[in-house]
């Protein structure tokens, strides 16, 4: 059964750090392309980001918004996809998916860990 | 970027009726690169339809999409109380950024 499962969601200062995890089973993580999304409070859906498997080169991609801030990273012998985010702003409040994708699509998402930014 | 539309924001049928839900992109979709999503509160969301119109898997067959270039449609043929949730479409294209989402529909229970 493919499980995932975000950690390390709080509450945090404008300006400041935090990095979510998002541990993976069930599937060949090593191979798989790896994305995290998130959804705003009232809001929908927002890609942040993605990792290729390294076999595919491992190139990242990330969303606009969030480009120079945040780092998508992977640890293949811990089944273990990260998102390092800094300087982080109040619109980037958010529920934080992480998501195991096809090229198009992503075929199975975790239930996701809240983020606040806030003073 | 490409962005996407769905309509309505809001459907309110019964359990056995029909629905049909609409998303329209601002350009063609390359490639049919259009998916589906049923996303329930507090829960994860759960891929329904891909490249415009094959079922992911465990998806039942009441559920069909349908569509090209910038029209696409996701029919659910008789609802079941189950299939109550916000419905999200999706596309994929080649520039930046990568995967762009609809606002959504909310199928609610009339």
């Known amino acids: 059964e493919v499980q995932l499962v975000e950690s390390g969601g709080g509450l945090v200062k404008p300006g400041g750090s935090l990095r979510l995890s998002c541990a993976a089973s069930g599937f060949a993580f090593n191979h798989a392309w790896m994305t995290w999304i998130r959804q705003a409070p009232g809001k929908g859906l927002e890609w942040v980001g993605r990792v290729k498997s390294k076999t595919s080169g491992g190139a990242i991609d990330y969303a606009a918004p969030v480009k120079g801030r945040f780092t998508i990273s992977r640890d293949d012998s811990k089944n273990t996809l990260y998102l390092q985010m800094s300087s982080l702003k109040t619109e980037d409040t958010a529920v934080y998916f992480c998501a195991w994708q096809a090229i198009s699509h992503f075929n199975y998402w975790g239930p996701g860990t809240r983020v606040t930014v806030s003073s | 970027e490409i962005v996407l539309t769905q309509s309505p924001g809001t459907l309110s049928l019964s359990p056995g009726e029909r629905a049909t839900l609409s998303c329209r992109a601002s350009?063609?979709?390359?490639?049919?690169?259009l998916a589906w999503y049923q996303h329930k509160p507090g829960q994860a969301p759960r891929l329904v339809i891909h490249d415009a119109s094959s079922r992911a898997t465990g998806i039942p067959d009441r559920f069909s999409g349908s569509g090209s270039g910038t029209d696409f449609t996701l029919t659910i043929s008789r609802l079941e109380p189950e299939d109550f949730a916000v419905y999200y479409c999706q596309q994929f294209g080649s520039s930046p950024p990568l995967y762009t989402f609809g606002q959504g529909t909310k199928l609610e229970i009339k």
């Open positions: 350009q063609s979709v390359s490639s049919n690169y």
